[in-house]
């Protein structure tokens, strides 16, 4: 055999073995996800996050996937402290819990885009009190896509977002580690983004805010590994709420509650997922099938529309 063909072999012969060994990987993400998402919580495999301890913090725990993470911690059995900055919506989340689980609740009214006093006071608030589950949920977002040096609110706005995205994670959940460690038993479940995993341009601080949240999340999981604690990072594409401008529902676009059900029956499997198989899959295409500077290109240019289009709305509205 000549030259030639000895490399056509080699080329095929890679080929070949490429191609199994993504059959198998994705064979193997086909099983583990119908077994994490289907089977797990019928056949009661799932963590009994009530064992845990009596109370489950949620935090921005009024709207969108913080409130569907509640019920279904109430659903589970956890007794509920909601921490947000609207008593009022507080209020009233803690009745529709209280009288659809039957479960205790606890409110707790904190402006999390603030730094002074603000952890002092849920400190008190929490101190006595077992925790065993904290839902790390509460974030902000930019208005619209907009490119940094043209982002209304300066300073102001970006130290708000810097709080309320990464100092809200951190000092959370150092509030709550002592007395999980002290059981050694506990899940911190730390919401991060799709955005966290893939810089987005026009909306580069966002993209790095979560970033941190999921680099915070997967260390602590390394330096808890052997203490009895669970750490779990969640990177969510689009879902479904006030942040994402209630986006209609599609096969990828997906309701809270179902979001958040999902993302509860994969703590203990996994320590970072996108929560639903639909965003697994989601993202399992993006990066095993798009070069990386086409997604990067496609992702810039429809920012770049998001961001035209806003623009024209509120020329529209001040005409």
């Known amino acids: 055999m000549d030259a ?45 996050f009530a064992k845990l301890g009596e109370w489950a913090v949620i935090t921005g725990a009024t709207d969108g996937i913080g409130k569907a993470y509640a019920f279904d911690l109430a659903r589970r059995g956890c007794n509920i402290i909601l921490i947000s900055r609207s008593e009022e919506k507080l209020q009233k989340v803690a009745k529709e819990i209280e009288s659809v689980h039957g479960v205790k609740t606890k409110i707790i009214v904190a402006n999390f885009s603030h730094v002074e006093g603000v952890y002092e006071h849920i400190k008190r608030e929490l101190d006595g009190l077992e925790i065993g589950v904290l839902v790390n949920n509460v974030g902000v977002t930019y208005p619209n896509p907009e490119f940094l040096a043209d982002l209304p609110g300066g300073t102001e706005f970006l130290n708000a977002m810097i709080n309320c995205n990464v100092l809200s994670q951190t000092h959370m959940t150092s509030i709550v580690l002592p007395g999980m460690l002290a059981r050694r038993s506990g899940a911190v479940i730390s919401l991060s983004s799709a955005c966290g995993d893939i810089p987005i341009p026009l909306l580069s601080v966002y993209s790095a805010t979560k970033a941190y949240n999921d680099f915070l999340s997967r260390a602590l999981q390394q330096e808890y590994a052997d203490r009895g604690l669970i750490f779990q990072s969640v990177l969510p594409w689009i879902v479904s709420t006030n942040m994402t401008n209630n986006a209609r529902l599609s096969f990828l676009v997906l309701d809270a509650k179902l979001y958040a059900r999902a993302c509860l029956n994969t703590v203990g499997f996994f320590t970072r997922t996108h929560g639903h198989p639909a965003h697994a899959l989601q993202n399992w295409l993006l990066k095993n099938f798009f070069p990386s500077r086409l997604s990067q290109h496609l992702i810039k240019s429809h920012c770049i529309r998001s961001r035209d289009k806003a623009h024209r709305k509120m020329k529209a509205k001040t005409r």
């Open 4 to 48: 030639a063909g000895s490399c056509w072999q080699l080329i095929t012969g890679v080929g070949t073995l490429t191609a199994v060994v993504l059959l198998l990987e994705m064979l193997y993400w086909i099983g583990k996800n119908l077994f994490v998402y289907i089977l797990a919580e019928p056949l009661g495999f799932t963590v009994p």
